[in-house]
């Protein structure tokens, strides 16, 4: 009986590890998929691309932490939201090029316009 209830607790350690370490993993994993793809659509240089990964990754950082708070009054996490995006947008302005930070703002616009529209179908459909 005791070597079970060993057993068990070993595998549930084992999976928790496990599904921390994939979880930790993914988050690393977005962070550079989002960089590679700043990097292939504003043809980023070496110097460029490290810069970008760390704004990518504190931002990242930062929104979770909010998203999490769950005391936090909804109308004050959108503020924050909104600061930590206009913080972000800063940051990159000072690494990118002028035509970069033009093409980056273009292709944030879309991707805003896409949500915008998946949102309204989304809508009609209820």
């Known amino acids: 009986m005791k070597r079970i209830a060993i057993a068990r607790i070993v595998l549930i350690t084992l999976f928790t ?13 977005y962070i550079r998929i989002l960089t590679d793809s700043m990097k292939a659509r ?13 704004i990518n990754k504190s931002f990242s950082e930062k929104m979770a932490a909010l998203r999490k708070d769950n005391v936090m009054p909804r109308a004050e996490k959108g503020k924050q939201l909104k600061q930590l995006g206009v913080t ?6 000072k690494v990118l090029s002028a035509d970069q930070f033009d093409r980056y703002e273009a292709h944030k616009s879309e991707r805003r ?14």
Do not use: H, P, W
Request: aromatic share 8%; net charge positive; charged share 35%.
């Open 42 to 54: 504003l043809s980023l240089n070496e110097g460029q691309y490290g810069q970008v990964y760390n």
């Open 17 to 29: 590890l496990t599904t921390t370490t994939i979880f930790s993993q993914d988050k690393r994993d």
């Open 88 to 93: 972000r947008d800063s940051s990159l302005k």
């Open 113 to 126: 316009q896409q949500a915008k529209e998946r949102y309204e179908r989304k809508q009609e459909e209820k």
